[in-house]
């Protein structure tokens, strides 16, 4: 059987804040316009889609979301997200906030970090092994991605330690122990 040769092309955007007094709809639109010519296999958006988790900013941002050109499109909520009830409009509108996409060449799992309206955020205890189940469902061979919002581990010379969700030790633990390859983040 010949080898895929073809490259995976994954595209990860963050921190949109859709309703933030600084947000620039022409940079998003701009944003969206790149992506499309990339024509991506995968588009990863980690987290912070609104300012404040109101209805109407989910709404807008899902019409902003809507011209980009990838079947697969994971999504995942941030602590803006979450706050004011916006986790349970974010699963009307995007779907569970715990997610899992295998293709065979590349595994992602992606897991809500954010409480509700806190900025700090955890992973829980209670879905450890629902990630390590995850990943051990896919090839060897596959390329392993973890997906949060919050930090792992510090960010260098930003002075953020505290954006790290809370069981960062035991998280890292559990994708290294998955074998994971990569860790996407948003948050800073």
Same mark, same amino acid.
């Given at each position: 059987?010949?080898?895929?040769?073809?490259?995976?092309?994954? &595209?990860?955007?963050?921190?949109?804040?859709?309703?933030?007094?600084?947000?620039?709809?022409?940079? %998003?639109?701009?944003?969206?316009?790149?992506?499309?010519? *990339?024509?991506?296999?995968?588009? #990863?958006?980690?987290?912070? *889609?609104?300012?404040?988790?109101?209805?109407?900013?989910?709404?807008?941002?899902? =019409?902003?979301?809507?011209?980009?050109?990838?079947?697969? #499109?994971?999504?995942?909520?941030?602590?803006?997200?979450?706050?004011?009830?916006?986790? %349970?409009?974010?699963?009307?509108?995007?779907?569970?906030?715990?997610?899992?996409? $295998?293709?065979?060449? &590349?595994? #992602?799992?992606?897991?809500?970090?954010?409480?509700?309206? *806190?900025?700090?955020?955890?992973?829980?205890?209670?879905?450890?092994?629902?990630?390590?189940?995850?990943?051990?469902?896919?090839?060897?061979?596959?390329?392993?991605?973890?997906?949060?919002?919050?930090? /792992?581990?510090?960010?260098?010379?930003?002075?953020?330690?505290? =954006?790290? &969700? $809370?069981?960062?030790?035991?998280? /890292?633990?559990?994708?290294?122990?998955?074998? &994971?390859?990569?860790? %996407?983040?948003?948050?800073?």
């Amino acid at each position: 059987m010949a080898e895929n040769t073809k490259e995976t092309i994954i &595209v990860q955007i963050s921190d949109i804040h859709v309703g933030e007094q600084h947000f620039v709809p022409s940079l %998003l639109t701009r944003c969206i316009d790149e992506i499309n010519e *990339l024509c991506p296999d995968m588009v #990863i958006i980690t987290g912070d *889609l609104t300012a404040n988790g109101f209805r109407m900013e989910y709404d807008t941002v899902k =019409n902003y979301l809507s011209p980009i050109k990838c079947i697969n #499109i994971l999504v995942q909520l941030g602590n803006h997200d979450s706050r004011n009830v916006g986790y %349970l409009h974010f699963e009307d509108i995007f779907g569970s906030r715990y997610i899992s996409f $295998n293709n065979g060449k &590349v595994s #992602i799992v992606a897991a809500d970090s954010s409480e509700p309206d *806190l900025d700090n955020g955890q992973i829980g205890r209670e879905h450890y092994d629902w990630i390590k189940n995850e990943f051990s469902k896919c090839d060897d061979n596959s390329f392993k991605i973890f997906a949060m919002h919050h930090h /792992l581990v510090p960010v260098p010379n930003t002075g953020r330690e505290r =954006n790290m &969700v $809370n069981d960062a030790g035991d998280v /890292l633990e559990t994708v290294v122990d998955a074998g &994971v390859d990569m860790v %996407l983040c948003g948050h800073k």
